[in-house]
C-alpha cells in the first residue's frame, strides 16, 4: 500500500505540490487528473524521489520511502518503475537491450557494461516483449520504432523490473489515438494480469474515465479530488480542469452526469472534504 501523507514540495515561492494526502491500494489503477501545471507530474515524481519532497511523507508497506538514500533508495526506484512522456529509451540500442536495462539494479555493472546479460534475464525481457507483440523487433534499433512501439518497449522495460508499481507520467502525451488505445490496453493488461499498481497521469478525462478504477484530481497542488470515476460529475471535472474542460471532456454532453452515475451516488464537494 503506498500512503501519501501531507506531501508538499515548493520552488521557490510556488507550492508545486501543496499537502497531498492519498493512499493506494495494491493492485489499484489510479489515474491522476487536472489541468497543466496542477501538479502532477511533480507528484508521480516525488513518489520515485525524481523530485524531492519539501515535507511530508512517502511510505510504502513498512517502507518510509522519503528518507531512502544511496542503495536503498536505487532499490526503491527499481520497485517504482517510472514511464515518461517521451519513452526515455537508448536510440542507438536495440529493442532486447532497451528492456533488458530494466533488470540493471539486479545484475553487476561489470555484466551491463560488457552486455553479458543472464540468459534468465533475456528470457525475461523477450517474454515481456511478446506480452505486447513487440517480439518480432527485439533486434531493431529503438529510435527506428514509432512513438507507439517505443512506449510499448519502456512499458516491457517497466514490466522487467517486476516493480510493485508503476508511475507512468502522461504516457499517451505524444501518441495519436491508435497508439494511445494500443498504449492503455498495455497499462491495463499490466493491472490486470500481474496485479501491478498503477498511478498514471493523464491530461485527457476521457482516457481516465474509462481505464482507472479511481481518480484522484488536483488543482493548483492540492487535491481536490478523489473518488470512483462515476462520482465525478461534468459539474466537479468543470472546476477542475476550467478553461480546458472542452478540450477533455471527450465530447460529453456538458453539464450533464456520466451517463454510469448511480443513483446513489456520494459525490465529493471539490476542494472541501473530497481529498481522502
Ligand atoms: N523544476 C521546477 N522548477 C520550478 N517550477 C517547477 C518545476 N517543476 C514544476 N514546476 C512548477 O510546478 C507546477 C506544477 O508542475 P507539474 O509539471 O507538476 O504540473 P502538471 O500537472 O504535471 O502539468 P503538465 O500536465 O503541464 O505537465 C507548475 O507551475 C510548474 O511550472
Same mark, same amino acid.
Given at each position: ?12 515561492? #510556488? ?24 501538479? #502532477?507530474?511533480?507528484?508521480?515524481? $516525488? ?17 518510509? =520511502?522519503?528518507? *531512502? ?26 529493442? &532486447?537491450? +532497451? ?8 545484475? /553487476? ?6 552486455? &553479458?546479460? /543472464?540468459?534468465?534475464? #533475456?528470457?525475461?525481457? $523477450?517474454?515481456? !516483449?511478446?506480452?505486447?507483440? $513487440? ?38 502525451? @505524444? ?5 494511445? #488505445?494500443?498504449? $492503455? ?16 497521469? &493523464? ?15 488536483? @488543482?493548483?497542488?492540492?487535491? =481536490? ?6 462520482? !465525478? ?9 476550467? &478553461?480546458?474542460? +472542452? ?13 454510469? *452515475? ?15
Amino acid at each position: 500500500m503506498l500512503v501519501v501523507e501531507g506531501l508538499t514540495c515548493r520552488f521557490g515561492t #510556488k507550492s508545486a505540490v501543496d499537502n497531498a494526502s492519498f493512499s493506494v491500494g495494491p493492485g489499484s489503477f489510479v489515474g491522476v487528473i487536472g489541468r497543466s501545471g496542477a501538479g #502532477k507530474s511533480t507528484l508521480l515524481r $516525488m513518489v520515485n524521489r525524481l523530485a524531492e519532497p519539501t515535507s511530508g511523507r512517502i511510505l510504502f508497506d513498512d517502507l518510509d =520511502v522519503t528518507a *531512502l538514500h544511496g542503495r536503498s533508495l536505487r532499490q526503491w526506484r527499481a520497485r517504482s518503475a517510472m514511464i515518461f512522456q517521451q519513452f526515455n529509451l537508448v536510440g542507438r540500442l536495440d529493442v &532486447l537491450t +532497451n528492456v533488458l536495462m530494466g533488470r540493471l539494479a539486479e545484475i /553487476p555493472a561489470w555484466r551491463s557494461l560488457a552486455q &553479458l546479460w /543472464p540468459e534468465a534475464d #533475456k528470457a525475461l525481457a $523477450m517474454s515481456a !516483449l511478446e506480452q505486447f507483440d $513487440m517480439a518480432s523487433l527485439a533486434a531493431q534499433r529503438a529510435d527506428q520504432l514509432s512513438g507507439g512501439q517505443q512506449q510499448r518497449v519502456a512499458i516491457a522495460r517497466a514490466l522487467v523490473q517486476q516493480p510493485d508499481i508503476i508511475l507512468a507520467d502522461e504516457p499517451i502525451a @505524444s501518441l495519436d489515438p491508435r497508439n494511445t #488505445k494500443i498504449v $492503455m490496453d498495455a497499462l491495463l493488461r499490466i493491472n490486470k494480469h500481474f496485479g501491478i499498481t498503477i498511478l498514471c497521469n &493523464l491530461h485527457s478525462l476521457e482516457l481516465a474515465r474509462g481505464y482507472c478504477d479511481r481518480l484522484i484530481g488536483m @488543482s493548483a497542488g492540492r487535491v =481536490v479530488f478523489d473518488g470512483a470515476p462515476a462520482t !465525478l460529475t461534468d459539474h466537479i471535472a468543470r472546476e477542475l480542469y476550467d &478553461l480546458e474542460a +472542452n478540450e477533455v471532456m471527450g465530447g460529453e454532453v456538458m453539464g450533464s452526469a456520466p451517463s454510469h *452515475l448511480p443513483d446513489d451516488a456520494t459525490v465529493p464537494v471539490l476542494g472541501t472534504a473530497a481529498a481522502a
